[in-house]
Nanobody, 124 residues
Framework: QVQLVESGGGLVQAGNSLRLSCAAS????????MGWFRQAPGKEREFVAA????????VYADSVKGRFTISRDNVKNTVYLQMNSLKPEDTAGYYC?????????????????WGQGTQVTVSS
């Protein structure tokens, strides 16, 4: 099992940047495919980005492509989400997740472990 703790959220103005971190503890971090999701009030949790075990493969939601970058450091057991050119519609709770066995990377049901989330609020 792996425990996930997100950090780095906050309140920013539109156009600015934030970097989210997700620290993992427990079993070997590098074995997990990692993802970021977000959930706005009254909406379903939606896929944002995902990365394979060595960072060689990434996938993004169309809504964040070109603005967000996912990366990982297997020495520090941490996955990051660099968010640039933030928009008010990016406002949501952001959650990292770990996938233990190969499944779809872009759906909530594809992941086995979840963090508690960190809030990102983008003002216009």
């Amino acid at each position: 099992q792996v425990q996930l703790v997100e950090s780095g959220g906050g309140l920013v103005q539109a156009g600015n940047s934030l970097r989210l971190s997700c620290a993992a503890s427990g079993r070997t971090f590098s074995r997990y495919f990692m993802g970021w999701f977000r959930q706005a009030p009254g909406k379903e949790r939606e896929f944002v980005a995902a990365i394979n075990w060595n960072g060689g493969r990434t996938v993004y939601a169309d809504s964040v492509k070109g603005r967000f970058t996912i990366s990982r450091d297997n020495v520090k057991n941490t996955v990051y989400l660099q968010m640039n050119s933030l928009k008010p519609e990016d406002t949501a709770g952001y959650y990292c997740a770990a996938q233990e066995s190969p499944r779809s990377a872009v759906v909530v049901s594809g992941y086995d472990y979840w963090g508690q989330g960190t809030q990102v609020t983008v003002s216009s």
